[in-house]
T-cell receptor, first 115, second 115 residues
Framework: AQSVTQLGSHVSVSEGALVLLRCNYS??????LFWYVQYPNQGLQLLLK??????LVKGINGFEAEFKKSETSFHLTKPSAHMSDAAEYFC?????????????FGRGTSLIVHP | KAGVTQTPRYLIKTRGQQVTLSCSPI?????VSWYQQTPGQGLQFLFE???????NKGNFPGRFSGRQFSNSRSEMNVSTLELGDSALYLC??????????????FGEGSRLTVL
C-alpha cells in the first residue's frame, strides 16, 4: 500500500521568500506523484504531476517539484512567494489498483504568506 | 469545457436524516470518485465509479453509497446521518484511456453540516 507524509501542517513565509513544502511517499511500485492546491471553499486543483518522464517537474503559477527516488521525496518549491499563493497544498501518490489509479493524499500543508 | 459540477454546495441536515449529493463530471470523463474531507482526517477516499460500476471502495460504513448513471453523472447517498458525517464532500472525475495516471479534476464540493 502507498502512503504520503507531508512534513509540517503549516508553513509560514514572507512575500518574496522561497517556498518549500515537503512530501515523502511510500510505494512498493513506481508511483505517479501529484501536488494539488486548494483555495478556501474550493475543490482541489492540480499544480503539477510526475509520471516518470522527467525528475524535475514544472507546474502552474511558478511551482516546481523534484522527484528523488533515493529519498522517496517529491518536495514542492517556488522561488518567490506571492500573497496569492496562500492556500492548502496536498501531495498525492497514485499506483495502479485493479483497473484504475486511486490517489492517496497527504494531510495537507497550509501555506501562510506574510506581507 | 465545463468543469466538474457538484450540487448542492451547502446543506444542513439533522441526525438520522439522509442526504443525496450530485456530481456531473467533465464531458468525456467516465471515472468519478468521491472523497470526504474533514479537518481531523484529511481527504479520505469513499468510492470510484466507472461505466456505472463501482470499481473501488474506501473504508467507510455501508451508510455511504453511490451510483453512476449512463451519462457518467454520479450521486452519493448517506443514510442515518451522524454528527461525524459533517464534512466537505468532493467529487472528482478523470479521463480513462491512454496516459491514465490518477490525475483528478475536482468539483468545488458539497459542504454538509449535520446538527
Amino acid at each position: 500500500a502507498q502512503s504520503v507524509t507531508q512534513l509540517g501542517s503549516h508553513v509560514s513565509v514572507s512575500e518574496g521568500a522561497l517556498v518549500l513544502l515537503r512530501c515523502n511517499y511510500s510505494s512498493s511500485v513506481p508511483p505517479y506523484l501529484f501536488w494539488y492546491v486548494q483555495y478556501p471553499n474550493q475543490g482541489l486543483q492540480l499544480l503539477l504531476k510526475y509520471t516518470s518522464a522527467a525528475t524535475l517537474v514544472k507546474g502552474i503559477n511558478g511551482f516546481e517539484a523534484e522527484f528523488k527516488k533515493s529519498e522517496t521525496s517529491f518536495h514542492l518549491t517556488k522561488p518567490s512567494a506571492h500573497m496569492s499563493d496562500a492556500a492548502e497544498y496536498f501531495c498525492a501518490v497514485s499506483v495502479q489498483h485493479g483497473g484504475s489509479y486511486i490517489p492517496t493524499f497527504g494531510r495537507g500543508t497550509s501555506l501562510i504568506v506574510h506581507p | 469545457k465545463a468543469g466538474v459540477t457538484q450540487t448542492p454546495r451547502y446543506l444542513i441536515k439533522t441526525r438520522g436524516q439522509q442526504v443525496t449529493l450530485s456530481c456531473s463530471p467533465i464531458s468525456g470523463h467516465r471515472s468519478v470518485s468521491w472523497y470526504q474531507q474533514t479537518p481531523g482526517q484529511g481527504l479520505q477516499f469513499l468510492f470510484e465509479y466507472f461505466s456505472e460500476t463501482q470499481r473501488n471502495k474506501g473504508n467507510f460504513p455501508g451508510r455511504f453509497s453511490g451510483r453512476q448513471f449512463s451519462n457518467s453523472r454520479s450521486e452519493m447517498n448517506v443514510s442515518t446521518l451522524e454528527l461525524g458525517d459533517s464534512a466537505l464532500y468532493l467529487c472528482a472525475s478523470s479521463l480513462e484511456g491512454t496516459g491514465v495516471t490518477g490525475e483528478l479534476f475536482f468539483g468545488e464540493g458539497s459542504r454538509l453540516t449535520v446538527l
